[in-house]
């Protein structure tokens, strides 16, 4: 083992490539878009050292060219979860004891590749994959990814020198252990970064996890395994599973060594999480760790001293970018009579000149939403607010499913700011609009209507008004923006994370996160210890 007091690498944000024409990066990406278009993958599970292929091949189509086949994927049961289980406990000794600094080096190396050689392959894999554009790509897959592994390393060394204060004559020691057993992380679709920190953060800790991904996501998650498996990520550290939700549900929350889940999700499927664990509370060797980023539904309040051109771009960037399949998106607005007809006019003038279409024409701002379920879902919530006399249609509206899943960005505006499109998550390219008449009360309302408390954002040149909102708005929005749209928080700088029922609010891209993934353990060394039970008060005047 070496002996030093180890530095991280110095620290700034991975730079965004802008993709622009005639750019090398547009050219590059453009070529892994047609090598991987050119070819059908076939996707394993990685469970230890092995590839598991099975009998059951379910095919990946890109959400807006349902036409096509980029690959399968293998789906497996609750055998292999179980194996899974099986094969990070046996990686988990030797892990755990493997140097941090050696952990470090692993993760250190994968944000590299992804900055160098995968940057383009990973980036092309969620735009066919998950029907991200060429720039939501850019600032998921390759930079927030590359950000969350580094920035981590970081925030890992910090914790680990957090140390207690030594009296005279004994040494006092903190030991961030692992945790004892496994971690299961479960990953959404609509961030790729999300779906590869979920597990990594975990694993950076010493602890080894059973990652399922979202189906719709499993197509860049394969690259993300190719990375951390070429980075030097030893067998049985990570072990990615593609099984029924449910089913692996019942085999990991049932056993013994279950030590905590990391989760992104809805807040349904999270509240029967929690209370599944619940219910198993006595099998447990420990109390296992719960950290889960669930829903949102995200408001933008403006303020009648708020310039129109920042409202309008803020909503249009907010509620429409990935097709409004943030759990960040902003997705219902709130803004002064005096104010609306303008901005109004604004949104419709730029909705005019959106494009919608397939992701590799770069000219397209909105492309597919990520299956005909989540279509189905969408539409049901634009079909029942047509009818509505309390909703109406200002834009959009329109959809077509039959070469993609497109949905045009769509805004409602409604007469009752407890309609149910400002109530519930749609996720998808909908922003509903309540237009108030008076500050004060709105906020009472923003606060009141919604289980959520994800993002949010107040937009105003005021500072009375800025101040207000912050005080009155406090536990509505873990993450607040000031004069800006609720979405695109970046590692280290706004660390990410909602409460009430959008989730644990443990902050990824934070060290509040990491903190979540270790057990701490107290050492003392007395040097010259007492060699009699007496103290001097005992002894007679």
């Known amino acids: 083992m070496a002996n030093g007091f180890f530095d991280a690498p110095a620290l700034q944000n991975e730079p965004v490539l802008n993709y ?22 076939d996707i394993p599970m990685y469970i230890g050292d092995k590839e598991i292929r099975t009998d059951k091949k379910v095919a990946i189509r890109p959400p807006h060219e349902t036409a096509h086949i980029l690959g399968y994927y293998h789906e497996g049961n609750e055998l292999h979860v179980t194996l899974a289980i099986e094969a990070a406990l046996a990686a988990k000794p030797s892990w755990e004891n493997t140097p941090w600094e050696s952990r470090a080096a692993i993760f250190l190396k994968a944000a590299d590749l992804i900055a160098g050689p995968y940057r383009y392959k990973i980036n092309a894999a969620t735009m066919l994959g998950q029907s991200k554009n060429a720039y939501q790509a850019e600032i998921d897959s390759a930079c927030e990814l590359i950000d969350f592994l580094r920035f981590n390393v970081k925030f890992m060394t910090e914790i680990y020198g957090m140390q207690p204060v030594s009296g005279k004559g004994i040494w006092n020691q903190t030991e961030y252990r692992a945790l004892e057993g496994f971690v299961y992380a479960l990953t959404p679709f609509n961030f790729t970064a999300i779906a590869a920190n ?9 602890n080894v996890a059973v990652w399922k991904p979202s189906e719709n996501q499993v197509y860049s998650a394969a690259v993300i395994m190719e990375v951390f498996r070429e980075a030097g990520l ?8 593609n099984a029924d939700g449910p089913k692996a549900g019942e085999v990991i929350f049932d056993h013994p060594d279950f030590a905590g889940i990391h989760f992104t999700g809805s807040t349904g499927v999270f509240q029967t999480i929690w209370n599944h664990i619940g ?3 006595r099998k447990y060797k420990s109390y296992p760790r719960i950290v889960g980023e669930t829903g949102g539904k995200d408001f933008v309040l403006v303020h009648g001293s708020a310039p129109v051109d920042v409202v309008a771009t ?7 970018e990935y097709q409004g399949q943030k759990c960040s998106a902003a997705s219902r607005a709130y803004i002064p009579a005096a104010l609306w007809p303008a901005v109004k006019a604004r949104m419709l003038s730029d909705l005019k000149a959106i494009r919608t279409g397939t992701v590799e024409d770069f000219g397209n701002f909105i492309n597919a939403v990520i299956s005909e379920k989540a279509f189905d879902k969408i539409v ?10 309390e909703a109406q249609l200002i834009a959009g509206g329109t959809y077509d499913k039959s070469a993609g899943y497109f949905i045009d960005p769509t805004i409602i505006e409604v007469t009752d700011p407890h309609y149910v499109t400002m109530r519930e998550e749609i996720f998808g390219p909908v922003l509903s609009v309540f237009v108030y008449d008076d500050y004060e009360k709105i906020m009472d309302v923003i606060d009141q209507t919604s289980i959520y408390a994800l993002t949010g954002s107040v937009i105003a040149t005021s500072r009375e008004a800025i101040e207000k909102a912050s005080v009155r708005l406090r536990h509505a929005a873990g993450n607040f923006y000031i004069n800006d ?23 990824a891209g934070s060290i ?8 701490a353990r107290t050492i003392k060394e007395t040097f010259d210890p007492p060699k009699t039970y007496e103290y001097p008060f005992l002894q007679k005047d």
């Open 20 to 41: 622009a024409p005639g750019s090398p990066e547009r050219a590059k990406l453009n070529e892994a878009i047609k090598a991987a278009k050119s070819t059908e993958a």
């Open 512 to 519: 509040l996160n990491l903190l979540r993934w270790v057990s």
């Open 198 to 206: 979920l597990p990594a953060s975990a694993a950076m800790m010493g």
């Open 279 to 281: 219910a198993n509370i």
């Open 485 to 507: 749209k609720p979405t695109g928080a970046v590692v280290g700088q706004q660390p990410f994370g909602g409460a009430r029922g959008s989730g644990t609010n443990d902050k």
């Open 380 to 389: 049901a919530y634009i079909e029942q607010a047509r009818k509505d006399p």
């Open 314 to 320: 803020a909503l249009i960037r907010g509620a429409f």
């Open 234 to 241: 030893p067998a049985g550290v990570i072990n990615l599973i």
